[in-house]
């Protein structure tokens, strides 16, 4: 086999711990078949467990790893309250199941608060099994066995099991029920909270193939996609005869990519025996494509639009209370500014890619999806398939950052597997297709005003936001909580919005929504900071006022004003923060800002140092990162690694020239060099990270410290030059 995934040993695997597993963690466990038959698996206490022979332990990581590090940190919840020590373990990659395992995604920071509880239950109910076993076999109570490492002890008579030789006696017991299995005094946790390595850290650094991208089942065929230039477009006429004729290829298959009505198409796919094959007979087909009037849609028109919406009264609420207007009018101070962000790509280095075979009736899929379940329902409603005519077998994945959310790679792949049954087809972009064919981050303006009372106490606050939508709600991605800070705290607040017309699929990007209204409302509050005499952490804590859990609003996290309160001085004091620098006075050229934000559960507040040269070039010198997501940081080194990344993307969507155009309906940013990404001689040379903890269950971190860093950035260069910056990407004068 080349290189590639070896199939047959995943499928194995897979097998292995699905072994005499019916039902999922949320019931009762099920046990595996007896081992000691040979050729049988060794035995798996539950979906996640298999013990085996030599007392190693495999568990399975349930979830897609897209390098937020799930698929070392699920396991250590199921492994501490195994009680095994963290060198028996083995961890595999499960196949896509969720009747099995529960909720199998990557996005929204929520794999640790919703797997919090259940891993270590599953952990804690096969060490209960594991004892049970011991103390049947023993003729004692269960409550004189202890455990430790993999092994059962008993004091009192000196005796020593094995995990692996009470598997066997374990499997005929019945599991106890998940949610009244004791768990561990957290004071006993040997793994929660202890640095551990990425367990493919050592296959990346080899090389060995992990990735969507490395799949090779035996007798695969590729595929590249023509697709149409405009969003919304359809096929109107297709000429093939020449990349028919063309060497290696073996079929060319017009299809629909999931934006059309179904029964349209709008993208050609060749099939050729090697990838190349197929990217070169690609520039063989004569196409032509209906357009319709997406050609009109561009940039500058949305910012004429934009401009005008916000000359006007906004015809959507998203938040009113009290009367703003009315107390903006009679604030003894006010300030107003308006903020935009353009849209933008997710550029994830491992373009988008999907391996599936079609064969009776049935799709088997290698794909590196952050969203699996929500594959299998496109594509079943694409080739009106049942659910369990799918196979998804989760790959790692080379970048996330919600784009591979959408999954419009499985439903193309599905179309061009099933038109070569019994053939296994890899779709792959180029780089090119990628970044014109994403679901963007979607652009948005606002005209915001606050109101100061005589003690420079904020009053009122009034925003008109502008994005996208229909019929007065805005699309996917383009959505503004009413809940963003700090309308909870205020009794006068209006958020307006105006929706605006796109032929643009948008998606969500790392720390959706919150990556743009970080930057907006932390540089605005600078602003109103500055008018009341403050510095930023100055006002927010004032604005807080008492100690108190906010009301919980929809979906939007409940907010504690107690918990707020100690991430922002705790981040002053990590940072040495001694006010705000003379603006515009700073011969140097350096400033300091901070930001402050909370997202996806977690609470954060940033500081950045920066040098602005004389031509305006912005170099960032230290970040300092304070942040809650609880009482537990399961991982602290993984911890550390997701705040790092998290800063370093915010900087790259604020001050590297981060922007998506569309000039008649196309995008024209093609690669890295129209849309770069932070390189190592752009990032911080340091990057401080501390974590304060608060009693909470643990929430996740691969979002909420992203949103602040952008206003940080803002404010420091505000601070080094007395420019605000109100739109980004960040160009000085």
């Excluded at 009315?326 to 994830?348: C, D, E, I, N, Q």
């Excluded at 014109?436 to 948005?444: K, Q, S």
């Excluded at 004091?573 to 003379?582: C, D, I």
Aim: aromatic share 8%; proline share 7%.
């Amino acid at each position: 086999m080349m290189a590639g995934l070896d199939v047959s040993r995943r499928s194995f695997l897979s097998a292995s711990l699905l072994a005499g597993a019916v039902l999922g963690f949320q019931a009762r466990l099920a046990l595996a078949a007896t081992p000691g038959t040979e050729g049988a698996p060794p035995p798996a206490l539950n979906a996640f467990i298999r013990i085996n022979p030599d007392n190693t332990v495999v568990i399975g990581a349930k979830n897609p790893e897209i390098g937020q590090g799930i698929k070392t940190m699920l396991p250590m919840l199921i492994a501490e309250e195994l009680d095994v020590a963290w060198e028996q373990v083995k961890i595999e990659q499960t196949d896509f199941d969720d009747a099995l395992y529960g909720p199998q995604g990557a996005g929204g920071s929520r794999a640790t608060p919703v797997n919090w509880e259940p891993m270590r239950q599953a952990g804690a109910a096969a060490r209960a099994m594991l004892v049970m076993a011991a103390a049947g076999q023993w003729k004692v109570a269960p409550e004189t066995l202890t455990t430790a490492q993999g092994m059962v002890h008993h004091a009192a008579s000196r005796r020593i099991a094995s995990y692996a030789s009470l598997a066997a006696a374990a499997a005929a017991l019945t599991p106890p029920e998940l949610a009244g299995v004791p768990l561990k005094d957290p004071a006993k946790y040997t793994i929660i909270g202890t640095p551990r390595k990425g367990v493919d850290t050592p296959a990346i650094l080899a090389g060995k193939p992990l990735f969507g991208i490395d799949a090779s089942p035996p007798g695969m065929v590729y595929a590249a996609l023509e697709a149409c230039p405009v969003f919304g477009g359809t096929l109107a006429s297709l000429d093939d005869g020449a990349a028919r004729a063309a060497s290696g290829v073996i079929a060319v298959v017009p299809i629909n990519t999931g934006l059309v009505a179904k029964g349209k198409h709008d993208a050609v796919a060749i099939v050729a025996d090697s990838w190349w094959s197929a990217q070169q007979a690609r520039a063989l087909l004569a196409v032509e494509w209906d357009n319709g009037a997406n050609a009109a849609f561009s940039t500058a028109g949305y910012a004429r639009e934009a401009e005008t919406a916000l000359g006007g009264e906004a015809p959507s609420d998203i938040l009113r209370k009290g009367d703003a207007k009315a107390a903006l009018a009679r604030a003894a101070k006010t300030v107003s500014a308006r903020y935009s962000y353009p849209f933008l790509a997710h550029g994830t280095l491992e373009p988008q890619n999907c391996t599936a075979l079609y064969e009776e009736g049935k799709l088997t899929f290698w794909a590196p999806s952050q969203s699996p379940g929500s594959g299998r329902r496109q594509v079943c409603e694409m080739l009106d398939l049942p659910p369990e005519a799918l196979t998804i077998h989760m790959t790692r994945i080379g970048g996330g950052f919600g784009r591979r959310l959408m999954n419009d790679y499985m439903v193309q792949v599905a179309q061009i597997a099933k038109a070569l049954p019994g053939r296994p087809v890899k779709l792959l972009y180029t780089r090119e297709d990628d970044m014109r064919h994403d679901w963007y981050r979607p652009a948005g303006w606002h005209a915001l005003s606050a109101g100061l009372d005589e003690e420079g106490r904020l009053v009122a606050l009034q925003d008109h936001f502008v994005t996208f939508g229909a019929e007065g709600k805005p699309l996917r991605a383009a959505e503004m909580e009413e809940t963003e800070f700090p309308a909870q705290l205020l009794d006068d607040v209006h958020f307006g919005a105006s929706y605006l017309a796109t032929n643009l699929p948008t998606g969500w990007l790392r720390a959706p929504t919150s990556n743009a209204m970080g930057f907006v409302f932390q540089s605005f509050l600078d602003e109103v900071a500055e008018a009341a005499g403050l510095d930023l952490p100055s006002l927010v804590l004032r604005t807080l006022g008492e100690d108190r859990m906010l009301e919980k609003v929809g979906r939007a996290p409940q907010f504690n004003t107690a918990r707020a309160r100690k991430v922002i001085e705790e981040a002053v004091r990590f940072a040495g923060w001694k006010g705000t620098r003379p603006k515009g006075q700073s011969d140097s050229g350096k400033g300091r800002g901070f930001g402050f934000y909370f997202s996806h559960a977690g609470y954060f507040a940033e500081v950045v140092d920066v040098t602005v040269s004389p031509e305006g070039t912005i170099t960032v010198d230290k970040v300092w990162v304070t942040g809650d997501v609880g009482a537990h940081v399961i991982n602290p080194l993984n911890a550390e690694n997701q705040v790092q990344g998290s800063v370093i993307e915010g900087l790259g969507q604020a001050m590297i020239g981060q922007e998506i155009e569309q000039v008649e309906g196309r995008i024209t940013q093609a690669n890295f060099d129209s849309f770069p990404l932070m390189r190592i001689d752009g990032a911080p040379a340091q990057i401080a990270v501390n974590f304060v903890t608060s009693d909470y269950p643990p929430t996740g971190l691969g979002e909420p410290a992203l949103p602040p860093v952008v206003p940080a950035l803002a404010n420091a260069v505000y601070a080094a030059t007395g420019q605000r910056v109100r739109s980004l990407p960040m160009k000085l004068a």
